[in-house]
Every structure is written in structure tokens, then in C-alpha cells.
């Protein structure tokens, strides 16, 4: 059993070798919400990680496209 799970250790990060070529999509928190927009439809995904800042990298929170649908939404009702 233990052999077993080496190997399909081993699988798994040769997989992840193999199929991951580049750092996943994410925003920082200065960033717009128009670049957020643009990142979540190149990579078609609905949810961005957001960090502080480009050195320190601390996670701290997630931008959703909802969210930021909402968000214009009420900016829009508020300037009529």
C-alpha cells in the first residue's frame, strides 16, 4: 500500500508538471475592476483571488464576476 501511494504521489505532481503551465489568474487590490473583468474572461473562469500588493502577495479575499456585476449595477442606479 505504501508503494502504491508513492507512486500515485509521483502520478499526481508529474500530472501537475505536465498540465500546469503558468501561474493561476489573480488581481491585486489596486487593480480595476474592468482588469478583473478582462482576467476572469480570458481564463473563463467567475472567481480571482485578490492579494495586497505584487511583493508581498497575502491573500485577502475573492473578486467574483456577480459581484463586480453588482457593483456597476449600483453605480449605474446611483448616477441616474
Given at each position: ?5 508513492e ?13 500546469v ?24 473562469i ?19 464576476a ?15
Open positions: 500500500p505504501r508503494r502504491q501511494m507512486q500515485a504521489g509521483r502520478d499526481n505532481a508529474d500530472w501537475l508538471a505536465n498540465n503551465e503558468r501561474e493561476p489568474e489573480l488581481v491585486i487590490a489596486a487593480d480595476s475592476l474592468g482588469t478583473a473583468l478582462q482576467r476572469m474572461s480570458r481564463s473563463n467567475e472567481m480571482l483571488p485578490v492579494i495586497d500588493d505584487a511583493d508581498n502577495r497575502r491573500f485577502i479575499g475573492t473578486v467574483t456577480a459581484s463586480i456585476q453588482s457593483a456597476y449595477g449600483e453605480v449605474l442606479r446611483h448616477n441616474d
